[in-house]
């Protein structure tokens, strides 16, 4: 039996206990802006098929897509291997970023497929040093009729692959049922001393740390979560509403679109400012959270001194720079007793946000760095009592990697990029994943002191026929430093 020894450099969850102030359903998440500032976003395998087999490559979960799109690097990659991508209308993807504009290929309709990384296998070669992947399609969702937004090397070159909403407009595989999204924070685990156990070098260095990232299921309509006694709390439900449009089955020679999810009873509170009845989407896409210009002029920010700084790219490549805070609170309705009616709040304490001007209507973006703490998540747009986001958090204490650790794992990202964009391994620190060691060695040491993170590459925000192209860099200040700020 293997044992379990835990990382040094332990933090609190924060999960604070319910106060007698605090209605029954209330539910207080106490964040770490050292940590939060970022957020996981959600892997997956994602299928493209337009006549025989199905053409696979690695992309993003993202709900605040409306589109499915295509990469160019996967596109041209694609067409390397003989399958060259059917176009409908060449030049006709076309959407506003903050910089410049996306130019993409409409595709002729195809179906498409997704599902998480449970669904691919992946093997070591000690002797070529490299690694190869197999994949399981029995599962996942499935949607047919879809035109895709296919990237361009000179139009959208940092396009990635995004399943957006229209997945949902189909099947699960092999059912005839719609699919909800049940994201196991926790889920896939990856364990390197094993992957590498063959291996005379590798295997010695890797052995005992084990890597866990998001894993996403689709799941039938309806499900419900269940908390895990002593480890997690009970869940709650958040209710949302669909905005946009859908012109599926028929999109003529636009891409095709869905409804994005949104909640429009945020409220946020900063000293003694408080806005309330604020539209917020709720965007596995985006690593952070973001509130307008406007709005945080009525809470009172100042914009000419903010706590931290990040440089965003749009889609013309030319970086702007965005000031970044923590409010004292950021609150969402919620369901606790799953009968349709909100009777609660969940309230996010210290929560991280950063300004930036959105699509016109929307007030923030309800980004994955609040979700840290999470261990279930479950979007379900056919929910019988209205679309909903249900959630449960983890009641543990928090495990941050060693400088020693990270090294390591850059070192994997440097043998092989493939797979150091599939687990998120930047060049720098993480988007704090989840580890721990295993087995009788020692510590690896170290407190872990640069753990700000490298959001996504590219955050993509459809919404109404508009969108919002955001590749994120990292912010090089170290955690203290914007502690201190």
Known sequence: MKTRRTLTGILVLGL???????????????????????????????????????????????????????????????????????????????????????????????????????????????????????????GGATVSGVQVFVGTEEGSPQLPNIAGTPIHL????????????KIDMLGYEFDFGEFFSDDPFLGPLFQGIVFYMPDLAFVPSAMRLAGIAGETTDPVRIPLSLFGPTNHPDPGDETTVAPNPVQAQVSLQEALMTVADALFLFDTGASVSVITTALAEQLGLNLNSPETTLDIVGAAGAPITVPGFTLDSLSIPIDSDFDGLTDGVLRFLNAPVFVLDLVEGLDGILGMNLWNTAKEMLYDPFDPLGPSLQVTFLTAAREIPS???????????????????????????????????????????????????????????????????IAVRRSRRRAAKIAQA
Not at 62 to 89: C, H, N, W, Y
Not at 434 to 439: I, P, V
Not at 448 to 465: H, K, M, Q, R, Y
């Open 16 to 138: 604070m206990a319910l106060g007698s102030q605090l209605r029954a359903a209330d539910l207080e998440i106490e964040l770490i802006p050292e940590l939060d500032l970022f957020g996981n976003q959600i892997e997956v395998i994602q299928g493209y098929q337009w006549g025989g087999e199905m053409a696979l490559a690695f992309g993003i979960y993202d709900t605040g897509a409306s589109v499915v799109t295509l990469s160019a690097a996967d596109r041209a990659f694609f067409e390397l291997q003989g399958s060259v991508v059917p176009i409908k209308v060449p030049g006709g993807a076309q959407a506003d970023a903050i910089d410049g504009v996306v130019i993409g290929d409409v595709s002729m309709p195809m179906t498409f497929w997704a599902d998480g990384l449970h669904a691919v296998s992946i093997n070591w070669s000690s002797v070529s040093w490299e690694m190869e992947f197999t994949y399981d399609l029995s």
């Open 170 to 181: 189909g099947t699960l595989t092999g059912s005839t049922e719609r699919p909800a999204a």
């Open 403 to 469: 400088d020693e650790e990270w090294e390591l794992l850059q070192l994997l990202a440097a043998l092989d990029p493939m797979f150091g964009q599939l687990l998120g391994i930047p060049s720098g620190p993480l988007s704090f994943p989840r580890f721990e060691m295993r087995g009788a060695g020692g510590d690896l040491g170290g407190g872990g002191e640069e753990v700000i993170p490298e959001p996504g590459s590219l955050t993509i925000l459809v919404l109404g026929g508009g969108l919002l192209a």
